[in-house]
């Protein structure tokens, strides 16, 4: 056996010792990198996502007050926004984030054109149209929507980024990361979809202070509803006032005994699914469509309350109608379904006489409510007009206006005895408008409103 020198083994030995130290020294480096990666990099993933969700919280909050119109409408918005999204995720208060606004129709044709039935009854420009600009993905189409110049806008979006410091990466040159641009938008509506199902009653006032020109009105206004629906996903019933004749519902009856506990009797036609043809138009062969299209002015009946002549009281009675639009909704309403009335009227209510009819109208409305159905209102010339026949409660001496904003889901009334243009665009159930003007707008506008829902929505 060969032995080697002591003093060549120990120099061996230095020298494995300092390849040893050299690996150490980079494997090192190499651990610091792995720990960057792992610590720094996760803390960049996990700070996205934090402001990723607190933005779609936001998106969501501020969707809530939309469609905006006009600088006080998008100022609202996003301060329901920012508040909820800097709730979710603080530093959001100093980072910054900007929020803008879009219009969301649909494209559900493919034909690769925003569909016109939904400008400008969901969103659209303040005038005129807007012909090109639209963003197509899906069946939906996008626009870029100033609601500060008067388009109407019913998305929102946020968008904010943070520059993240990192602990171990320095090591290896790296001093801080960025989340990149976070961005969320949400829409309120149907938002390009095709709409939701829905059981619909509208009731229509036809008594004697509405003039035929009123009633033509109406009819075009209670048309656009029909003509904006699907009659295969919204189901749409009609409540007349005062009540039909039994064989023939489109003339008045006359007398009228109220209070009327048939609610049958104020019922015109029930919940149909008939009323638009496959080509999109009304179809005249549903009763729906013919009898909206009958309905007669109710000239003067004879108004009796529990057996004694009140016909020098007037010939509104709304509590019963309401009533009766409640019934036919839980009586022929599908399960699983929303309910929703649609009431129009023009006047205060002044029957049953003795009953104090505003709060009649007022307790009726709270009892459909409290059984889940959304109420929307419309008050036609009802600027100035007040309760005078309700002697004591609530609404004695009130405003219509007030009592009929009131009768709706979740509404106020903006001003007392008049019918301002914000009434139209606040968001809320109640809409007006004055006497002898069109009235297929606020319609259509109550028919896109009864379909809204916020959702995230990829713009």
């Not at 639009?325 to 599908?334: K, N």
Request: proline content about 6%.
């Amino acid at each position: 056996m060969r032995f080697r020198p002591l003093s060549l083994v120990r120099r061996r030995m230095r020298d494995e010792n300092g390849a040893v130290v050299v690996i150490a020294a980079l494997l090192i480096v190499v651990l610091f990198a792995a720990v960057a990666f792992v610590i720094d990099i996760g803390r960049l993933r996990h700070t996205r996502h934090t402001i990723q969700n607190a933005m779609d919280f936001g998106a969501l909050a501020g969707a809530q007050d939309l469609p905006a119109q006009g600088g006080a409408a998008a100022n609202t918005a996003v301060a329901s926004a920012r508040r909820v999204a800097i709730a979710n995720a603080p530093e959001l208060a100093s980072i910054g984030m900007s929020a803008d606004f879009r219009c969301v129709v649909g494209d559900r044709n493919g034909d690769g054109l925003p569909d016109a039935s939904d400008i400008p009854y969901v969103c659209g420009p303040a005038t005129g149209t807007w012909a090109s600009g639209w963003t197509l993905k899906g069946t939906h189409a996008t626009h870029a929507c100033d609601p500060y110049a008067g388009d109407k806008c019913n998305t929102i979006v946020l968008q904010a980024s943070e520059t993240v410091p990192y602990y171990f990466a320095p090591a290896i040159g790296f001093n801080q990361g960025s989340t990149g641009s976070v961005r969320a938008a949400s829409c309120n509506g149907a938002c390009g979809a095709a709409p939701s199902p829905l059981d619909v009653v509208m009731v229509f006032d036809r008594t004697a202070s509405m003039t035929p020109t009123d009633i033509a009105n109406a009819k075009n206004g209670a048309s656009a509803v029909l003509s904006f629906y699907d009659s295969s996903q919204q189901w749409i019933g009609l409540v007349a006032l005062p009540y039909g004749q039994t064989s023939n519902k489109c003339a008045v009856n006359d007398p009228q005994q109220y209070p009327q506990t048939s609610m049958s009797t104020w019922q015109v036609t029930a919940l149909s699914s008939d009323y638009t043809l496959p080509s999109g138009g009304l179809n005249p062969a549903s009763q729906l469509v013919s009898r909206l299209n009958c309905l007669q002015r109710a000239g003067s009946p004879r108004i009796y309350v529990s057996g004694v002549d009140r016909t020098s009281a007037g010939h509104t009675n709304l509590g019963d109608p309401m009533d009766a639009a409640r019934a036919m909704l839980l009586a022929q309403g599908r399960a699983n379904v929303p309910d929703v009335i649609i009431f129009f009227t023009d006047g205060e209510a002044n029957q049953p006489d003795g009953l104090n009819p505003c709060n009649y109208l007022n307790t009726r409305a709270t009892t459909a409510k409290t059984a889940g159905v959304d109420i929307f209102t419309i008050a036609y010339g009802v600027a100035g007009a007040r309760c005078n026949r309700d002697t004591s409660g609530p609404f004695a001496g009130a405003y219509a206006s007030t009592n009929l904003a009131r009768a709706a889901t979740n509404s106020i009334d903006n001003q007392p005895g008049g019918c301002p243009a914000s009434e139209n665009t606040d968001g809320d159930n109640y809409f007006c408008e004055a006497g002898g003007a069109s009235l297929a707008p606020a319609f259509r506008q109550v028919a896109a409103a009864a379909l809204t829902r916020s959702r995230l929505i990829d713009v």
